[in-house]
């Protein structure tokens, strides 16, 4: 059984930072390609960043130099460290496993975990 399990959600001024982890098992961690999708209120879930197996990244473009994904094989987590957090990066953020860089969207979701910047 695949659980993904995410935590570092809450509450930070805009300009602050957090770093979300995920938490993965049930999955050959090392092998499978992970992400961060997030969903506003009245919006769609959209990818926020992903990093394959190799390595490589994808990051939307709202986010791009201000959050960094990064995995650790070893304690099988997957992370997202946000800089410059604005208001319109609350969400509900939700780790994700199981995609590839050409389809960045597995089929395993986390509960999420909620961010909220306030202004």
């Known amino acids: 059984q695949v659980q993904l399990v995410e935590s570092g959600g809450g509450l930070v001024q805009a300009g602050g930072s957090l770093r979300l982890s995920c938490a993965g098992s049930g999955i050959i961690f090392s092998s499978t390609g992970m992400g961060w999708y997030r969903q506003a209120p009245g919006k769609q879930r959209e990818l926020v960043a992903f990093?394959?197996?190799?390595?490589?990244?994808l990051y939307a473009d709202s986010v791009k130099d201000r959050f960094t994904i990064f995995r650790n094989n070893a304690q099988k987590t997957v992370s997202l460290r946000m800089n410059s957090l604005k208001p319109e990066d609350t969400a509900i953020y939700y780790c994700n496993a199981g995609g590839t860089l050409r389809t960045p969207a597995g089929q395993y979701w986390g509960q999420g975990t909620l961010v909220t910047v306030s202004s």
């Open positions: 990093i394959s197996v190799g390595g490589f990244t």
